[in-house]
Every structure is written in C-alpha cells, then in structure tokens.
C-alpha cells in the first residue's frame, strides 16, 4: 500500500471529482465502438467489447484479492494483450500498476519489489516461483494457470464502479537513483485525460491509427501508445517478441501489421529509413534527445512529433510538432494543457526572454513523488509560489531555452543524470556499483558518442596495482546490481582521474577510449580453412568500423568489445550489404567472437543446417 499520510507525499489541494481515469475512459472508448478491432497481432484480433471485458472480469478477480485505490499491482509480464488486458484491469479495480522487468537482476528486482509492498504480482506460470522466492508475502498469482484461468472467466463482465480520485495512484514506475538506490516514481490519475488531449491536439491519436506497441512496458511512453489507439477507437499492434523490435526486424513488423503509427526513442528510429516503412506517416519520438540528422532523415512525408517530459510529469510535458524546416535545430514544444512551466536561475528567479534556466513544472501532470522517500521529494516537489496554498512544482534539473514563439529548447542538465537509449541514467548510481568492487580505487562514468552511430556507456576506472581487474570482471560485478542498459560497454583504465578545482572529477576531460580491443588481429598465416580466415578478415572489418576501434581480436565478444543492440543492427546491415549473408540479430548473441561469427556463417555458405 502506498503511504500518503506524510507532508511531502501529500497531493495539491484538488476539488472532489470522478475523473477520467484509464478505465473509465477505454469504457468509453469501448461502448462507442464495440466491433472495431482494439489489439491485433499474427495471432488474431480482439475487439475493444472482448478486451473490456476481459479487463472487468480480471479487475473482479483483483478486487477479491483485496486490490483497491492506493494499492500496488506488479506486472512482470511481457509484451502482449495479457499485458495490455491486466494494465486496464489494475486502473478499473483502482490500484496502481508497477512495471517488473524479470530480467533485471535478482537484487534489483527485490529491493522494487520490497520498497514498493505491492499485495498482489500477476505473472506467468514459468516465471511464478523465481518471483515468489523473490516477493515473499507477496500474492503472486499466474494468469496462464488453469485454476486462475477458470475463476477470471466465470466472473461478470460488466463494467465496475469503483471510487478512484483523480489523486490516487495511477502507476508507480522505478528509476535511477543518484545515490545507488532506484527511487519509485507515484503518478495519479489526474494527468492522464490532458494527457490524450495532447495526443489528440497534435494530430497523433487518430481511429484510423495502427499503433505498434513498441516500448518496454516499465516505459511510461506505453501509456501514449495507448492514448494514440485505445483511447479513441485505433488498434494497438502487439509484435510477438519479447526483444525490443529494431532494424529489419522492426521494419518486418510494420508491415506485416500495415502500422501507420510510431511511438519510439531516436535511438530506435536510427536503425531503419523512410524506405524500410511505408505504411508509417505519423512518429512521435520520445525518451531522449531527437538528433538533427534523424529529424532531416524522418521530418519529409511524415507527420513528426517531439516529446519531452520527466517521469514525474505524466508521461510528457511539452510536444513539438516538427517540420522539415525545424530538422536543423528540433524544438521539444510549448507547455502542454495540463502542466504550467517556468524557468527559472540558480536563485530561482524568472530568467530574461531568450536566457537558458531551469524548468520547473506546476499542475495537474506534476506526480504524487518518490515512494518512501520524504526527504527527496520535498527536494525536488517544491512549493509553487504562482499556485493556490500547498500547490507544487517539480524541479526538473533540466536546462531550456524560450523562443519568442514559446517553443522551447533543451540546453543540458543541471547534475549528472543522462538518457541513453530511452532509458534515464544517474551516472552517480553506476559510480557508486563499480566503486564498490575491491580492487577499483576510483572511477567515473560518462556517455560517449564517437559517432554518429555509435554512442555508448565508458567506464573509466584507477584500480589496485597489485591486482587491476579485467574488464570482463568489471562487467560482471555491474551486472550483479543493474539491468543491462546501465552497464557500460567500455572500461578504461587511468592512473588517476581528472579534477576540477573544487575536487569534482573534470568529465570533460575523461579521454575517448582506446580504439584497440584485445590482441592483435591474427596473421594471414594463421593454418584455419581458407573460406573461414577470409570471413574472419571481413567480419573483423565489419566489427571495426561499427565499433569505431582500429582492431580485434577474433576471440573478443561483440558485447565485450563494446557492442549493444544497436550496433548489432549496424553489423547485421553491413553483414548483408558487403558479404551478402543474411542471419538473424540473435546470431550475434548465439556466435559472439569474430571466430565462432566466421564458422556459423562458412557453414551456411556450405549449405550446413546451423
């Protein structure tokens, strides 16, 4: 159960009301077309009838497990209409929806689970125990089982009146924390109707929409996906991969399910052209910086969209629609409806027109704040002056820009959090895992493009000199704490990091990492069949060029030498391209040294079943 009774986690001031909440407002969606098409996939369509349904029949069976408003339901489930039908299905039974990535580490995954007590986690039948073991008291129920299957089915399926306020909980979601702790992040319900009105005011909600549900469900961008199709009579298309969709195979999913909607981080879009989806016109980019170069590649024929917003903040707090005339310099929007915003100094004073300051966000969007956590939500929700008596405003630590129009544009941090691939990233929380590991004496961590295609985590280590760990050990340690997407590819070795006057590590002056991994390349004379070592050489001189290195050893891991799965993709591209060998992105993960990459694909060039 969520604790509201201290002052920091307290709600603005709010009239009584009977908002429209995520379920009242797919109900809606629901009685106005219940024949039309609601979730499709290669396995079949449900109508929006069949998935409310559905949805009131789970929310029945939640409510008889105690479920209620200012309740937490974990979701460890992948993506998929369970997924979908279970979030509908927490919102009308009035709890709060926590996203559980099963694939994160075992540590991780109990301390969310431990910090935010939820009384009921829904899951699947092979994955019940592990979690069991790992939410101890927890009601841990498998949608799949044959039991659970039988009682969700005989209950009603008509819709459920439930007294959910606009400021009870609508989700929690877990972020990085600068201290080494993730902090859970409380959104009510109050900012999900201005929320679908954005969508619908920039033109990216639509009843003709085909929507391909895209990001992580521990993403909140899954509620815009779903305020662009579910919420006024779309379709939201479900791939059938657990694995994010990039690439070709992205490419192959739009247009299997003839997609004409994108809601996704640049990074993703990086890895396909216009040419590779036809049937998408209208791109919302979400998560992380647009780049100028992608925005000129995707703003001519197609409907653009630029999102910006704290997890804090329902989701978005401004939106751009961008043209081929903004691709040079891509704004991220107004203030949408529903949020105020103000920039302010470091003395919290109004900025002069066309000044850089913070933002500062005020209104129905701003969230509840972090869980458990008194201190630092009054650090960052902070008392809104322009506002009615215990109004808040959340202190985004971001740095804008106002043009005279009133579009604004991101100019940097304040502190040391980043985005990377979506994801946001306290470069504190990383330092202070590796900083752990006994034989590193310090460390500092930092983003790194050396590319355009090539961006990526660099760890930057002084380690024992009786003992210096291999990198592999380094990434080992990492990964018994985080989920991959916050373990860095690179770990550089340095004598002592750089310093600022005051002490603070110099991040400006942290070198680019070496561009030689491992041994030397092998010698031409090295005694392997003569098709093998020419692939050997090949590949070697794929790797390299996407890696951005000068050489690698052929019995280096694609992974340990750097790689993430976009760079994956880049291989795979420039496998096709030059060779004219076509394999499957698992592959790389399956072969991952040059040497076992040049045998699988000899193999096949000899016609041998892999």
């Keep these: 159960m969520i604790d509201s009774t201290s002052e920091s986690m307290r709600p603005s001031p709010q009239p009584p009301d009977r908002p429209m909440t995520l379920g009242r407002l797919f109900e809606a969606q629901a009685a106005r077309t219940p024949d039309a098409v609601a979730l499709s996939s290669s396995l079949g369509d449900t109508t929006y009838q069949e998935l409310n349904a559905r949805a009131n029949r789970l929310a029945r069976l939640l409510i008889a497990r105690q479920v209620r408003p200012e309740y937490v339901v974990g979701l460890a489930l992948p993506r998929g209409a369970m997924l979908i039908t279970a979030l509908l299905a927490v919102t009308k039974a009035g709890g709060a929806y926590l996203p559980i990535d099963t694939d994160y580490p075992t540590a991780r995954l109990e301390f969310t689970i431990a910090d935010a007590r939820p009384a009921v986690l829904l899951t699947l039948a092979d994955r019940r125990d592990s979690l069991a073991a790992a939410a101890p008291g927890v009601d841990v129920i498998a949608l799949d089982d044959a039991d659970t299957a039988a009682d969700w089915d005989r209950r009603e399926a008509t819709d459920l009146i439930v007294p959910v306020r606009g400021d009870h909980p609508l989700y929690v979601l877990y972020t990085s924390g600068s201290t080494g702790t993730p902090k859970g992040v409380v959104i009510t319900h109050r900012g999900l109707e201005p929320l679908l009105q954005s969508a619908r005011d920039c033109r990216l909600a639509s009843e ?59 990074t993703t879009m990086s890895t396909v052209s216009p040419q590779d989806l036809p049937s ?91 869980l458990n956590r008194p201190g630092l939500t009054a650090a960052r929700f902070v008392a809104c002056p322009s506002g009615p008596p215990g109004a808040r405003m959340y202190r985004t630590g971001d740095r804008v820009r106002m043009r005279p129009d009133g579009q604004l544009d991101f100019a940097g941090r304040t502190d040391d959090q980043i985005k990377f691939n979506g994801h946001r990233v306290e470069l504190g929380e990383l330092e202070t895992v590796l900083g752990a ?36 050990e380094l990434r080992a340690h990492m990964r018994r704490s985080l989920p991959d997407f916050m373990v860095p590819s690179l770990y550089v070795p340095l004598p002592e990091l750089p310093r600022l006057p005051n002490g603070k590590v110099d991040r400006g002056a942290l070198p680019a990492p070496g561009r030689t991994h491992g041994r030397p390349a092998p010698s031409p004379a090295t005694p392997v069949v003569r098709l093998q070592r020419s692939l050997q050489g090949q590949i070697q001189e794929i790797w390299c060029e996407a890696l951005v290195v000068d050489s690698i050893d052929i019995d280096t891991g694609f992974i340990d030498a750097g790689g993430n799965s976009v760079l994956m993709v880049r291989v795979n591209e420039l496998l096709k391209k030059r060779l004219g060998v076509e394999i499957a992105l698992t592959d790389l993960l399956l072969y991952p040294t040059v040497r076992e990459l040049a045998e699988h694909v000899a193999g096949l060039a000899a016609g041998e079943t892999p």
């Design 280 to 370: 998408v016109h209208t791109i919302l980019f979400a998560g992380e910086a647009l780049p100028p170069a992608l925005a000129a590649r995707w703003t001519p024929g197609h409907h653009v969209g630029n999102a910006y917003g704290p997890t804090e903040t329902t989701v978005c707090v401004t939106i751009a629609v961008v043209g081929e005339e903004d691709a040079a310099a891509p704004p991220i929007g107004p203030v949408l409806p529903g949020a105020a915003g103000c920039l302010l100094s470091d003395a919290l004073t109004p900025v002069a027109e066309g000044a850089v300051g913070e933002l500062y966000i005020s209104g129905p969007k701003v969230g509840r704040g972090y």
């Design 437 to 472: 590991h006994p034989a590193v004496v310090a460390c500092a961590v930092g983003l790194r493009t050396d590319s355009p295609q090539v961006t990526r985590l660099v760890a930057y280590v002084v380690t024992s000199p009786s003992a210096p760990p291999r990198p592999e």
């Design 208 to 266: 003709d929409a085909r929507v391909l549900q895209v990001v992580s469900p521990s993403f909140d961008i899954l509620l815009m996906e779903m305020c662009m199709s579910l919420l006024v009579g779309g379709v939201l298309v479900l791939g059938l991969s657990g694995r994010p969709l990039l690439g070709e195979e992205l490419a192959g999913a739009c247009a299997q399910q003839r997609v004409t909607h994108l809601c996704a981080v640049p």
